[in-house]
């Protein structure tokens, strides 16, 4: 009986024994899973990180740089460039030789006209720092965009040219092939964008500019001071306005109101800061451009007080008293007194009126408008608004200069 229960007892413990070497070899295995499960989710973890990272890495390679500053202050500043060189200068040269009655003149600039849309593409893709096959492409993207945009085309030439820039950075130098591969992206993605888009855009660029004119037309004290005031704030930060005026093809009595917002910036930052900036300041500013002072704007605002409030006069004055008109090519509404662009432009609509029969002489009423507009408002106003701030503290010595 005893031999019994102690064989009893013996294959218990080997039972507890089994048993519990069962239990552990169990724990052990879910914590081998546990442990398993855990690492792959950090692997896959340490993997999407590593994803994104390959992606900004691969963009830098590239040179593809994402931001408002890029898109919106690069690209949109060459694209007024590419458009100077092309349309504007070819509008200046043709005019002069109307005048002159000089056919190779007129030659000369209705071939400068004709290229504005490869112009602008190129400027934008060099502003995008496209490698050369890239650049070279934008000839036929710029064309076929700005063609197929209309009156908007500039603002359609702005975006697709952007797109299929970068989409051909994307793939340049990636091949054995490049000389074949970085062109017909670069081109076919830009063409079939500018078939598919540029008529869409170019229509609602049309839309709003013909919306901002009609306002004009019709609220034209109101409307006078927004259009110069906007624009001209635009003509001083480092944005394009003659870029924003030519995507918006604003022309008429807007255009004669952005004409007066230019002005007043230009002008009047030039005179109000003769006194730190001589004839030399007055020079690079008032022929060249207000955005010399953007620093000094960003150190102290108020010394942008006089240029916007004399732009908020001059803008009603040139709507509803002079009813001053730029009916030249839309990006002189942008220009102001930069190379007398603003003034030439509404020259040139003057003559174009003339010819077409809208418009009978220029007249002393015309002129008296547009120098009142141009420089003597702006230099007087701005002055005397300047010299409140100076009195009361807002500019002091020196914030002007440049």
């Known amino acids: 009986m005893e031999e019994t229960k102690e064989r009893k007892d013996v294959l218990n413990e080997e039972a507890d024994r089994e048993q519990t070497t069962k239990s552990q070899t169990e724990e052990a295995k879910n914590e081998a899973q546990t442990k398993e499960a855990k690492n792959e989710a950090q692997e896959k ?10 992606v900004k890495a691969f963009l830098k390679k590239k040179n593809i740089e994402i931001s408002a500053k890029r898109y919106f202050i690069d690209a949109m500043g060459a694209m007024a460039n590419g458009l100077f060189a092309s349309l504007l200068i070819g509008t200046i040269i043709s005019t002069l030789g109307q005048e002159l009655g000089v056919q190779a003149l007129i030659d000369i600039g209705t071939f400068a006209k004709g290229v504005s849309g490869p112009a602008m593409a190129v400027a934008i893709a060099f502003a995008l720092q496209a490698p050369p096959l890239v650049l070279f492409s934008m000839l036929a993207v710029g064309s076929s965009a700005n063609a197929l945009g209309g009156a908007g085309g500039p603002l359609a030439v702005l975006v697709i040219a952007i797109v299929a820039t970068e989409l051909g950075k994307l793939v340049s130098k990636e091949t054995k092939i490049d000389i074949l591969v970085t062109p017909l992206v670069s081109i076919c993605s830009g063409v079939l964008l500018s078939m598919g888009l540029a008529p869409i855009i170019g229509k609602a660029a049309s839309a709003v500019g013909t919306l901002i004119m009609w306002a004009t037309e019709l609220h034209p004290f109101m409307m006078g001071i927004l259009v110069s005031v906007i624009v001209g704030i635009a003509l001083t930060l480092p944005i394009s306005s003659a870029a924003i005026c030519a995507a918006l093809s604003l022309t008429g009595l807007a255009g004669g109101a952005a004409v007066a917002g230019c002005c007043a910036q230009m002008v009047g930052f030039a005179v109000m800061s003769f006194k730190e900036n001589r004839v030399g300041g007055l020079i690079s500013q008032g022929i060249g451009t207000s955005m ?5 704007i960003v150190k102290n605002p108020k010394i942008w007080i006089p240029p916007i409030l004399t732009s908020a006069i001059t803008g009603p004055i040139a709507t509803c008293i002079f009813k001053l008109q730029m009916n030249g090519e839309a990006i002189s509404s942008g220009m102001g007194t930069c190379g007398l662009v603003g003034q030439i432009g509404v020259y040139t609509g003057w003559v174009n009126d003339i010819a077409a029969g809208t418009k ?3 007249t002393g009423m015309d002129w008296l408008g547009l120098v009142l507009i141009s420089f003597v408002l702006p230099a007087i106003l701005t002055w005397v608004f300047g010299q409140i701030c100076r009195k009361i503290g807002w500019i002091k010595e020196g914030d002007l200069k440049l």
């Open 45 to 54: 973890e340490q993997k999407d990180k590593k994803q994104p990272g390959k």
């Open 292 to 296: 010399l002072q953007m620093g000094n």
């Open 360 to 362: 009978a002489a220029i």
